[in-house]
C-alpha cells in the first residue's frame, strides 16, 4: 500500500492504492481534505490506506509513504502534538492482529500515489475510490510495473 498528500495553495489531499505482490492494483482512493496541513494529509493517507487493507482482508501489508516525518510521528509523537488522533489511530491499525511494515520510499518510487493526491484536488470533499477512467493512473503503474523511475508531478 503506497500514500501520498499534498497541498496546493493551502488547499490538502490525499490519495492511496492497494496494490497486490505483483504490483498491478486492487483498490486506490483518493479524498479531497480541505484547508489543512502536509502533515495531516500524509498522516489521513496512511490511516485510509491502512483500513483499507484491513477491511480487504489482507494481513501482510507493506505500507510506503515518502513522509518521513509520518513515519517518525506514528512511532514517537507525543499526546500533545496536533495530528494525535490520526498519529493514535495509525498506531490502532498497526496494532490489529497482522504483520505491517512502514516503509519510508522515496517521492521517485510514490508517482502513482502522487498523482492520486492530485485526483483528489478536483473531487469534491471526501473519501473517493478511483477507478479505471483514470488514463494516466494506469500510465504511471505502467512505468511502476516495469521499474522506471519518474519525476513527481508537483511543481514547486
Known amino acids: 500500500m503506497n500514500?501520498?498528500?499534498?497541498?496546493?495553495?493551502?488547499?490538502?489531499?490525499t490519495g492511496g492504492i492497494l496494490r497486490g505482490e505483483d504490483g498491478r492494483m486492487i483498490k486506490a482512493f483518493a479524498m479531497n481534505l480541505g484547508e489543512t496541513s502536509i502533515t495531516r494529509a500524509e498522516?489521513?493517507?496512511?490511516?485510509?490506506?491502512?483500513?483499507?487493507?484491513?477491511?480487504?482482508?489482507y494481513r501482510k501489508v507493506m505500507v510506503q509513504t515518502d513522509s518521513q516525518i509520518a513515519i517518525y510521528l506514528i512511532r514517537e509523537a507525543a499526546d500533545r502534538h496536533p495530528h494525535f488522533l490520526l498519529v493514535q489511530e495509525a498506531r490502532r491499525l498497526l496494532a490489529c492482529d497482522w504483520q505491517v511494515q512502514l516503509i519510508h520510499v522515496f517521492r521517485e518510487g510514490n508517482v502513482v500515489v502522487d498523482y492520486l493526491a492530485l485526483v483528489g484536488h478536483s473531487l469534491p470533499f471526501g473519501f473517493h475510490f478511483i477507478e479505471g477512467h483514470y488514463p494516466l493512473l494506469n500510465y504511471w503503474l505502467f512505468f511502476y510495473l516495469i521499474g522506471v523511475e519518474t519525476p513527481c508531478l508537483v511543481n514547486i
Not at 485510509?48 to 482482508?57: K, V, Y
Open 3 to 13: 500514500s501520498d498528500g499534498l497541498v496546493v495553495n493551502g488547499q490538502a489531499a
Open 43 to 57: 498522516l489521513e493517507g496512511i490511516v485510509q490506506g491502512m483500513r483499507l487493507a484491513w477491511e480487504q482482508g
